[in-house]
């Protein structure tokens, strides 16, 4: 039995949307490069905590509904956050027992791959960005990754109580 239930049906969903706002969220020009990729880090928090309500297809779908919102190319957000839910899902039994610097590190490494993936989309577009700031974001998810881990777990779950 899962060791976490969800508290009401459409979680995930609420949850998706919430990330979405938080992506079209304005931020200072300052903030701005460090814009945590919110898409990807709810998208590993339910693959975490709930693996059955969370696939490889939903980030399909949630990249391109990214794309679109960036105005992307399309597929590029589709394909980095598959490959982001495929690395959590294979690592999930061992990271959800890892202490949080090994969670950390699982994560950069899969929001790294992601990072890499628009990269090279971009690149071959002619549109690549020059500066390291492009990186900032990363650094960004991995600061708030366990706030926003906690928050999400406090707001959408609740513990099982009818575990044996």
Known sequence: MEPYVMRFRGAVLVSMLFAFALTLLPLPDGLLTWRPQWVALTLV??????????SIAMAWCAGLLLDAQYGSSLGQHA?????VVFITMRMRLRINVFTLSHQLTVLLVALGVYH??????LGFTGNSPTAW????????????????????????????????
């Open 45 to 54: 928090h339910w693959v975490l905590l709930q693996p059955r309500k969370s």
């Open 116 to 121: 890499l993936i628009n990269l090279w989309v």
């Open 79 to 83: 394909l980095g956050l598959s490959v």
């Open 133 to 164: 700031m492009y990186w900032l974001s990363l650094a960004g998810s991995l600061i708030i990754w366990p706030v926003y881990h906690w928050l999400l777990s406090r707001l959408f779950m609740a513990a099982n109580r009818f575990d044996d």
